[in-house]
């Protein structure tokens, strides 16, 4: 997994501006305060399919990408699926290092 990636997850997490688990993320797409969605590829498909539903409305971005127990290691959490990130410029650096370094998830 890309360390970077999952450094700057604990920044923004320690930061408070890292939220996880379906039903928050979901609230805060909802409000409009949420740029960015990372849902782990190992995440069921019917979650994916929620979270792409709930992007598309609005505007936040959404990254499948990779898997639950890394990602859940790194802020301290065991086994979630849906990680938001609520502030832009986080947003911003994450995305881009996950499209930089995207294959060595999968």
């Not at 849902?39 to 399919?49: G, H, L, Y």
């Not at 609005?58 to 849906?82: F, P």
Request: with cysteine; aromatic share 10%; glycine share 8%.
């Amino acid at each position: 997994m890309n360390n970077k990636v999952l450094r700057y997850f604990g920044l923004a997490k320690k930061a408070g501006m890292l939220f996880v688990g379906y039903n928050t993320c979901e609230l805060y797409i909802t409000k409009g305060k949420m740029p960015l969605v990372i849902v782990a590829s190992d995440a069921a498909k019917n979650t994916i399919d929620k979270f792409e539903s709930l992007t598309y409305k609005r505007s936040t971005n959404l990254i499948v990408w990779g898997n639950k127990e890394e990602m859940s290691h790194a802020v301290g959490v065991v086994n979630s699926t849906v990680f938001g990130i609520t502030d832009q410029k986080f947003a911003e650096v994450i995305q881009s290092e996950i499209e930089k370094h995207g294959d060595e998830m999968l």
